[in-house]
């Protein structure tokens, strides 16, 4: 059992893809063992290549890898994550520069750009066989008092990185919802020439 194997056995595409977008899905199964910075640090690199407006590059990641720095981290978590992320190597926060660098005026495309980096990080995982499993449920107001984080920048999400696990060791309600997700129809996402969503 490998996260590869599991989506390819779920997932099929209409048309022909590479097969990491199909691959890559979100389990919470890890392993507990431990990753090095020099395991962590391609994801990083990916993410670095991201496109962005203006190439501002607005993300960045606060990486939490010393048991010390990840119990800080988990602290932030809701109850239904700290569960699962105990098994993390890393645990993530991914900030956003509100303002480009080169003016200092509002980029209102910040998190948009974020997302792009986040997602080039994920595939990256995804493709070394770790799970990238990302978290919007974490307590934003006491990580930004926590953390330092200044106004100028956008907490936009937290993400868990880790070695794919046993997930006969998740928590049961955990271990029955553990499933490679499917997507909507391109149909009920994709029109041409006219807005057509109810």
Known sequence: ?????DAKKVRKSKYDISSMFL????????SGESLSKKELMPLFEAARWAPSSFNGQ??????????????LFRSFLIDF??????N???LVIMLSRKNFSYNNKPNWHHSFDSGAAWMSCALEGAKRGLV??????FDKKKLIKKIGV??????NMMFAIGKF??????????????????????????????????
């Open 81 to 86: 994550n700290k569960e699962w992320c105990k």
């Open 165 to 198: 696990g046993n997930v006969k060791k998740l928590p049961e309600n955990l271990a029955k919802a553990e499933k490679v997700s499917l997507r909507m129809k391109l149909s009920d996402v994709v029109k041409f020439g006219k807005f057509d969503w109810k």
């Open 132 to 137: 990238v499993h990302g978290m919007a449920g």
């Open 58 to 71: 607005p993300w960045r990641f606060l990486v939490a890898h010393s048991a010390k720095e990840k119990e």
């Open 1 to 5: 059992m490998s996260l590869k194997s």
């Open 23 to 30: 691959t890559r899905w979100s389990p919470r199964a890890m």
């Open 88 to 90: 993390a190597s890393a």
């Open 150 to 155: 200044p106004k100028e920048f956008e907490v």
